[in-house]
């Protein structure tokens, strides 16, 4: 199986900062990665595939990078609407695979 | 419009079978490269992928669960069925299906969930 290991696990911050969560594979998954923002009560929402491509709708702040088994999310400015639980997903393989979350908080 | 919608109990006993029901409208399974999965998550935990199946009916299960585990479709309905046996309290989460397609749009995630249904193993 292919692990996808998020960091950090928590991340305070304030609006307007510039916001980066690693997302790490297990082995190379080349670009297959997305990733989610989910709020709370609420179902995940696609933000990010095939590494760096921004889902359609989805605010130009947000952006991915990486390949291979490295991956990066970055938020260029944060809003308020950006607090919120983020989840890398790899679809590289037969199976698929969360990260544990990474949970941005208000500092 | 993608929409999908998770239905099922909300309680059941613990060594029960668990069938959910996903209901799906704007798409099409018996289209190349679609696809429907399942992702569950306890209360304050992380998204877990249990299950997945494609339009030529490729079923693909989580390793760990892969023994209690059946996905079917029935393309007739739009809908997609999970069943979990010998469920077992560790099992109450919120369970999520989410639509796949390798032909269109995010190429192979999950681009659209339904709301989720909340299931709890107790006695």
């Known amino acids: 199986d292919i692990q996808m290991t998020q960091s950090p696990s928590t991340l305070s911050a304030s609006v307007g900062d510039r916001v980066t969560i690693t997302c790490r594979a297990s082995?190379?998954?080349?670009?297959?990665l997305a990733w989610y923002q989910q709020k709370p009560g609420k179902a995940p929402k696609l933000l990010i595939y095939?590494?760096?491509s921004l889902e359609s709708g989805v605010p130009s702040r947000f952006s991915g990078s990486g390949s291979g088994t490295e991956f990066t999310l970055t938020i260029s400015s944060l809003q308020p609407d950006d607090f919120a639980t983020y989840y890398c997903?790899?679809?590289?393989?037969?199976?698929?695979?969360f990260g544990q979350g990474t949970k941005v908080e208000i500092k | 419009q993608i929409t999908l919608k998770e239905s099922g109990p909300t309680l059941v006993k613990p060594t029960q079978t668990l069938t959910l029901t996903c209901t799906f409208s704007?798409?099409?399974?018996?289209?190349?490269?679609?696809?429907v999965g399942w992702i569950r998550q306890p209360p304050g935990k992380a998204l877990e992928w249990l299950a997945l199946?494609?339009?030529?009916?490729?079923?693909r299960y989580s390793p760990s669960l892969k023994s209690r585990l059946t996905i079917t479709k029935d393309t007739s309905k739009n809908q997609v069925v999970l069943t979990m046996t010998n469920m077992d309290p560790v099992d109450t989460a919120t369970y999520y299906c989410?639509?796949?397609?390798?032909?269109?749009?995010?190429?192979?995630?999950?681009?659209?969930w339904g709301q989720g249904t909340m299931v709890t193993v107790s006695s």
């Open positions: 989410a639509h796949e397609s390798w032909i269109v749009g995010a190429g192979g995630a999950f681009d659209i």
């Open positions: 704007g798409f099409s399974l018996s289209t190349s490269g679609v696809g």
């Open positions: 199946i494609y339009w030529d009916d490729d079923k």
């Open positions: 082995q190379s998954i080349s670009s297959w």
């Open positions: 095939k590494a760096s």
């Open positions: 997903q790899q679809y590289n393989s037969y199976f698929r695979t």
